[in-house]
């Protein structure tokens, strides 16, 4: 299962769209092109800081947990403060922020401020889900199954590789142009490239 598919299951496409003002529609093509940056960059924190899967799960805790998730889901408007907490952690710059709107924009055909929105609001519902994966798969790395349980196992599967590489498909391979799992590396350069 995509995660867009479980962002709507759980409500997180419709209570953006209401939200922002715009159609479900709009918001599934928007996640669908920004969660596999999101994804990246939660995977890259993780590689960077060599903290493995606890790493990941101390970063989530660290960012606001399964809580973000709530949040967005409430009725009351969310504090995308908190989202912006999360990009900044994960992209490092507002730059890539931008980048990586521009580059979903591009994708989609949805305007870049729309998507510069969303980014936000959609890094807490992905962190918070994460989060709440991972408290449910706390169990640990070594008694999983396959190289990549819990955590690590959910982030290779939403990015539609999972462990066995990109033969799965998903967004996240086609946005792959490198071919080293992580389409954050792709937007980067396409974006360092473009602020030359």
Do not use: H
Request: net charge negative; proline share 4%.
């Amino acid at each position: 299962m995509q995660i867009n598919d479980i962002l709507a299951q759980m409500g997180g496409i419709e209570s953006m769209a209401r939200e922002l003002g715009v159609s479900q529609r709009d918001v599934a093509s928007g996640a669908d092109a920004l969660v596999p940056a999101i994804l990246g960059g939660f995977k890259k924190q993780t590689q960077s800081q060599g903290g493995g899967l606890e790493g990941l799960g101390g970063l989530l805790a660290q960012l606001g947990g399964g809580g973000l998730l709530d949040q967005v889901l409430a009725p009351e408007p969310t504090d995308v403060s908190r989202g912006n907490d999360v990009l900044g952690q994960i992209f490092g710059s507002k730059d890539v922020s931008r980048a990586v709107a521009q580059n979903a924009a591009s994708q989609s055909g949805l305007d870049p401020a729309l998507l510069r929105k969303m980014l936000p609001m959609l890094a807490m519902l992905v962190t918070g889900f994460m989060a709440k994966q991972g408290g449910a798969a706390a169990a640990p790395a070594e008694a999983s199954a396959g190289p990549l349980g819990g955590l690590g196992g959910l982030l290779g599967g939403l990015l539609g590789g999972g462990a066995g590489g990109n033969s799965g498909g998903g967004l996240g391979a086609m946005l792959d142009l490198n071919g080293n799992g992580n389409p954050l590396d792709d937007i980067l350069g396409m974006a360092s490239k473009a602020l030359r």
